[in-house]
């Protein structure tokens, strides 16, 4: 199945090859979690903040529950700034 991943700020560095605007249209397994996705992509858990599934925090309780078709993931670091 298709998904939208976006990788933002410091985590681009774990998009694929081919990668445009922090995004890439990925083909994942069916059931495929956010947190599995992740982990896949090498992103360390450590670094990963807020996760979004077509516009909806998620939080960490619920980034094993699956994707679907079609789902936009995106994630950003914790940001620090002043």
Do not use: C, T
Not at 30 to 58: C, D, T, W, Y
């Amino acid at each position: 199945m298709k998904v939208n991943f976006k990788l933002y700020a410091s985590l681009g560095q774990y998009l694929p090859a081919g990668a445009e605007d922090h995004q890439i249209a990925l083909d994942v397994a069916e059931g495929m979690s956010p947190a599995l996705l992740l982990e896949l992509q090498g992103v360390p858990r450590a670094e990963v903040h807020l996760v979004l599934v077509n516009g909806v925090f998620i939080p960490p309780s619920q980034r094993d529950n699956p994707l679907m078709e079609g789902d936009q993931l995106a994630v950003w670091p914790a940001v620090a700034g002043g």
